[in-house]
């Protein structure tokens, strides 16, 4: 049987963790698979919650200290991964980990990259502000040139090791999923429709900071990237590109 890692980047997550864990062995009850916690050295005791739950689930633990960072916690995970899928999940539990058997069967059934996604049909967000709607939605028309994919910034996705051995990533990126698409155009995407849904315990980490790492990504991937394979004319990739050079100075 085809085994997956599961990713779980955490920072101060200890609530969430039990009954994360708890649904993605339900989610995953039919399959071969791993939970790796990648915790930033979470104050809130994260990592030693998770590591109590390892004599019940096929739990690991990897602790990082003086490091923090959601891109390189998740490319530590796929590192440290044995699966021969390789799938991230936030903790938060907003994305449901009932999506994790779909993603999986997508894969299985020859899909390169599988991604939960909120925007493709019978896909939707719960509790969210309009202004929030209209940011999430901003983000990922700024993501178009990059990738067609509707949800480019879905934090639950999987892909093949062998796809994985391919790229080449920054861990500093803050969405690496977006990177990922970015450098596996030929590659076969498939996204699963989940509802993305309000956070209960602990508080979210989304902030500006948050939204200016992603506007660099933006601007790397835009000059990297040539207008031919973005889709656009070449004086509008040039726009895009100047645009972001000068917002982020």
Excluded at 39 to 52: I, K, L, N, Q, R
Excluded at 156 to 171: G, I, K, Q, W
Aim: hydrophobic share 35%; charged share 25%.
């Amino acid at each position: 049987m085809v085994k997956t890692s599961i990713i779980v980047p955490t920072y101060q997550e200890r609530e969430n963790i039990p009954p994360l864990v708890k649904r993605i062995d339900q989610a995953m009850k039919d399959q071969a698979y791993e939970i790796i916690v990648v915790d930033d050295d979470s104050p809130d005791g994260t990592a030693e919650v998770a590591e109590s739950l390892a004599g019940s689930y096929p739990i690991r633990v990897i602790k990082r200290k003086g490091v923090r960072g959601l891109g390189s916690a998740i490319l530590t995970g796929f590192r440290e991964g044995t699966g021969e899928i390789l799938g991230v999940i936030d903790a938060d539990l907003q994305h449901p980990p009932e999506i994790l058997a779909g993603l999986v069967n997508s894969i299985q059934s020859g899909a390169d990259i599988a991604i939960a996604s909120r925007y493709v049909r019978g896909g939707g967000v719960q509790g969210w502000s309009s202004a929030r709607r209209i940011i999430s939605k901003g983000a990922t028309l700024l993501a178009r040139p990059v990738t067609s994919v509707k949800d480019p910034m879905s934090g639950c996705f999987m892909l093949t090791r062998t796809t994985f051995a391919t790229l080449n990533l920054n861990s500093e990126g803050y969405k690496v999923l977006l990177e990922i698409l970015a450098q596996t155009k030929s590659c076969k995407v498939e996204e699963i429709p989940y509802t993305f849904e309000c956070r209960r315990f602990g508080t979210s980490k989304l902030n500006w900071k948050e939204y200016i790492r992603y506007l660099q990504l933006l601007k790397r991937l835009y000059l990297i990237g040539s207008p031919k394979q973005a889709g656009m004319p070449e004086n509008q990739s040039d726009q895009q590109a100047q645009f972001f050079t000068r917002g982020s100075n």
